[in-house]
């Protein structure tokens, strides 16, 4: 969890257009036609490592999903095209356009391992390949981008394709008017856990031509915090969460499992992505709760572990839905003391902020 980093620019931007600023479509090989080879590949015999489980301050950034800029380099000429582009050869236009080279091109939160590590990333790959469409566009757009075939794929090989699906999910496109919305996300620098990167906002039309229609500095992180108003019990009674100051005082429990005031000593807000989904939390007494799946609860466990059934402060859950998170931002706060415990929503939670 971060501190409140404000998103005004420490350093030049690379593009900062008066003006639309548009780039040329690439061109595209049919499936089984070999491009570009990139050079940071695991090679089919390689053995790839599962990940490991990230903390609170982990910036989930995978590694170990290879490069895809170098092998999305324009052509000499390029040559303008009318042709209508599938929804993912635009999403690995944008990725050509704004990635990294020599690091993993885009940033976004690996469901394998945020917020809590579930199994090998071998595994998921292998159920994936299974129940995906061989004539997806998707599936058939990535095998023409690694220069693959659908015949005798090695599991090395499907575990690169199963990481290039991850990566492209990464960039969402909404249709508006004749074109898509787009957001991504790449590093720029770091400073301790923090890590610093660009958020672009543009759009990119059918054809690929690209937009940009914003660009700025943020964090990134992969959110484990509070949805925007939830009720943080204080001795002045309930405040929403993003109200909450240090200085002010909360209801906390001391080592006694008393419960007691206490000033907050530190509060933060984390940006999310457009794709971020929190779990609505139903307990069985008629309380509510909306948060992150990794967010931890007093018990040392995580929002997203919890199933209708299990005991939560005094209470079944009844329900624990993931649902689209429609804020910019989610909230959390530490309060002093030993245990950074506090009730969100009337429900005893942990502070991703120790």
Known sequence: ?????????????????????????????????????????????????????????????????????????????????TASLTQTQLRYLIIARFGRVGAPPVFFCDSDIYPVARGSEEASAEKWLASVSKSADEYNSILAHLGLTN?????????????????????????????????????????????????????????????????????????????????????????????IRVGMQVWTLNQRSERIAASVAQVAHTAVPAEHQIVHMRLSDGRELRASPGHPTADGRVIGDLAPGDLLDGARVTGADREPYPFSSTYDLLPDGATGFYWANGVLVASTLR
């Not at 030049?12 to 036609?33: H, Q």
């Not at 609170?56 to 490069?67: K, L, R, W």
């Not at 890590?195 to 943020?218: A, L, M, N």
Request: glycine residues 6%; hydrophobic residues 35%.
């Open 1 to 81: 969890m971060l501190p409140d980093i404000s998103p005004t620019s420490v350093w030049p931007l690379p593009t900062t257009p008066s003006s639309p600023v548009t780039t040329t479509p690439l061109i595209f090989a049919t499936p089984g036609t070999r491009i570009a080879q990139p050079t940071s590949r695991l090679t089919a015999n390689a053995t790839a490592q599962p990940p490991a489980r990230p903390t609170a301050d982990t910036v989930v950034n995978p590694s170990a999903i290879p490069s895809t800029k170098a092998s999305a380099v324009p052509p000499t000429a390029p040559a303008t095209s």
């Open 151 to 243: 015949a005798s794929l090695t599991p090395a090989q499907g575990l690169l394709i199963y990481r290039e699906h991850k990566l492209l999910s990464a960039v969402t496109l909404t249709p508006a008017d004749n074109a898509y919305q787009f957001s991504v996300r790449v590093s720029q620098r770091g400073s301790g856990t923090v890590e610093i990167g660009q958020q672009t906002d543009g759009t990119i039309t059918p054809q690929g031509s690209i937009t940009i229609v914003k660009q700025r500095s943020v964090p990134l992180v992969c959110p484990l915090c509070l949805s925007l108003g939830t009720r943080i019990d204080t001795p002045d009674g309930p405040v929403s969460v993003q109200d």
